[in-house]
């Protein structure tokens, strides 16, 4: 009985997970929790000096909360972001800036968070929030840069583009900053904020754009790394974009958008892609988007852009419209991602991409199969090939078939969309290495989003983890690392142990490295119901 209520928990904290991040509105949050706070020295970035803090141990230095565009709020909102604002004296980047706009978790969120995890800090579940939100945090090692500057990742956060932080622990830098590369963290709207559109703001605008603010909040905040990393001792010809969920998606975006050529080049992309023709999640057309836009001026009584933008945040932030997808704009994607990438106009010259075991678990748990509704499940995805699939795969008990339908959903959100971007990569004749990922533990496991504490290197000191969890966090992030400096993941471990070979798409004829209880190329647990999938 126990064990099958923390499976209903688990189940239920997970769709909160993808769908949504806690938040109040506590003034600060303190990057490190120390009392006594060492202050690094001044660094001199686009807007003018500021200064952050050193770590308990002493070998990594924090920036957190620093401005990298100037507050996207009253005639601001819904424009393209600005350039930061010069202040005067030093800017104490001492604490992280608030989220984006976002709907907030209540008591319930919190009630499952405690029981279910045994790894709870302020900085996990809650913190500021408010429309003036574009800053980044940077963790850079602590001493001399090497010749050339330390290598650099840049992090976008997932959430569904409806919600998510900067400085949530999963895939906070300061583990990886200890192993020799600078992390930077960005924020960027979302939800109504970042991906609203109506045609009166692409009238207004200089570029003709609506509809991607997030994206080209992605964007400035990858143009100010470039132009000022180096002032942290980066180097910035030797950057690499990381993001997982809704933020992979946005890496695929960023790949493919011409305003990004030369700001980084290799990409890290976890659990989401939007680079086919017609992606599962997360992009739409844009007659969709405007069709969106007209619906929420109505849903708030609103005549035009004047009349929303005064309405306030808290207010707006309330719609019942999910504005939850990039789109083409003309501008920072002159066209699909799809379309970009067949002219092989994309900007990664190297790829890390993969997925997990349960990637659409969380997101299907609450939907019913059996025998009578399995086909109807199944046909929008495979549509005249349903019955062939159901005649070779579903001849199973009542919970066979929910897994089979979980592995289906998984499929077609997540793991056939990461098909796609490897193939497509690698037939451009660039290296691909794509992973599976299939390590259990106490808490979110092989569900969306669980790698990310492995690979970032920030696995809890916690019951519910065991030494192989340790040993694997050892293993993939040293991947990770080795991919950041050297465009290629393979090498030693940060403790000096040669790394089994991962081997890219070409070499391995399509295997992916298996991420878990042992380490190893395989082939892709889902490749059989690809054949059957229907664009």
């Given amino acids: 009985?126990?064990?099958?209520?923390?499976?209903?928990?688990s189940a239920v904290l997970l769709s909160f997970l993808l769908f949504s991040c806690a938040s109040t509105n506590s003034k600060k949050t303190n990057p490190t929790g120390l009392k006594q706070q060492t202050k690094t020295q001044v660094v001199s970035v686009t807007g003018g000096d500021i200064r952050g803090i050193v770590n308990k141990d002493g070998d990594v230095e924090i920036f957190a909360g620093v401005p990298f565009a100037a507050p996207p709020v009253g005639e601001l909102r819904w424009k393209e972001p600005q350039d930061v604002i010069p202040w005067n004296g030093i800017f104490e980047a001492d604490h992280f800036a608030p989220m984006a706009m976002q709907k907030e978790n209540g008591r319930i969120f919190q009630f499952l968070m405690n029981?279910?995890?045994?790894?709870?800090?302020?900085r996990t579940y809650k913190g500021p929030m408010s429309e003036d939100c574009l800053y980044l945090n940077v963790w850079r090692p602590a001493g001399k840069a090497p010749e050339g500057g330390w290598p650099v990742l840049v992090y976008i956060h997932g959430g569904t583009l409806l919600t998510g932080q900067s400085w949530y622990e999963k895939y906070d830098g300061e583990n990886l900053a200890k192993n020799g590369i600078i992390v930077v963290n960005i924020t960027y709207r979302v939800g109504v904020f970042g991906y609203f559109a109506d045609k009166e703001l692409a009238a207004e605008s200089e570029h003709g754009t609506t509809g991607n603010y997030g994206l080209l909040d992605q964007i400035k905040a990858l143009e100010w790394v470039h132009n000022n990393i180096a002032a942290f001792g980066g180097d910035n010809d030797n950057v690499t974009?990381?993001?997982?969920?809704?933020?992979?998606?946005?890496?695929?975006?960023?790949?493919?958008?011409?305003?990004?050529?030369?700001?980084f080049r290799r990409a890290i992309g976890e659990s989401s892609s939007v680079i086919q023709q017609t992606p599962p999640h997360t992009f739409r057309t844009m007659e969709a988007a405007l069709k969106m836009g007209d619906n929420i001026k109505k849903e708030f009584g609103c005549k035009n852009i004047k009349d929303l933008r005064a309405l306030p945040a808290s207010k707006l932030i309330k719609t019942k419209y999910k504005n939850s997808s990039m789109t083409v704009d003309g501008y920072a994607l002159p066209e699909t991602p799809y379309e970009i990438y067949q002219k092989g106009l994309n900007h990664e010259e190297a790829l890390i991409n993969g997925f997990n075991k349960r990637e659409g678990f969380g997101f299907a748990f609450f939907t019913k199969v059996d025998k009578n509704n399995i086909s109807s499940l199944l046909k929008p995805s495979m549509k005249e090939n349903t019955s062939a699939f159901l005649e070779k795969y579903g001849s199973k008990?009542?919970?066979?078939?929910k897994e089979l339908y979980n592995d289906v959903f998984s499929a077609v959100c997540f793991t056939y969309p990461h098909d796609h971007?490897?193939?497509?990569?690698?037939?451009?004749?660039?290296?691909?290495?794509?992973?599976?990922?299939?390590?259990?533990?106490?808490e979110i496991g092989t569900n969306h989003s669980g790698e990310l504490i492995y690979a970032y290197r920030n696995v809890p000191r916690t019951k519910n983890y065991k030494a192989r969890d340790y040993e694997l966090e050892e293993i993939m992030s040293s991947y990770w690392l080795n991919?950041?400096?050297?465009?290629?993941?393979?090498?030693?471990?940060?403790?000096?142990?040669?790394?089994?070979?991962?081997?890219?798409?070409?070499?391995?004829?399509?295997?992916?490295?298996?991420?878990?209880?042992?380490?190893g190329m395989i082939e892709d647990p889902f490749g059989y119901i690809y054949e059957y999938l229907v664009e």
């Fill in 115 to 122: 029981m279910y995890t045994s790894s709870k800090n302020d």
């Fill in 1 to 9: 009985m126990k064990a099958a209520i923390k499976s209903i928990f």
């Fill in 483 to 519: 991919f950041v400096k050297y465009g290629n993941p393979n090498g030693k471990d940060t403790k000096g142990h040669e790394l089994s070979e991962w081997q890219t798409t070409i070499e391995s004829a399509g295997l992916l490295m298996d991420f878990g209880d042992t380490c």
């Fill in 241 to 263: 974009i990381a993001g997982e969920s809704a933020g992979s998606s946005s890496v695929n975006a960023l790949c493919a958008s011409p305003l990004t050529k030369g700001f």
């Fill in 397 to 401: 008990n009542k919970k066979q078939l």
């Fill in 421 to 442: 971007w490897t193939k497509t990569v690698a037939a451009q004749g660039k290296p691909v290495y794509e992973y599976y990922f299939s390590r259990e533990n106490g």
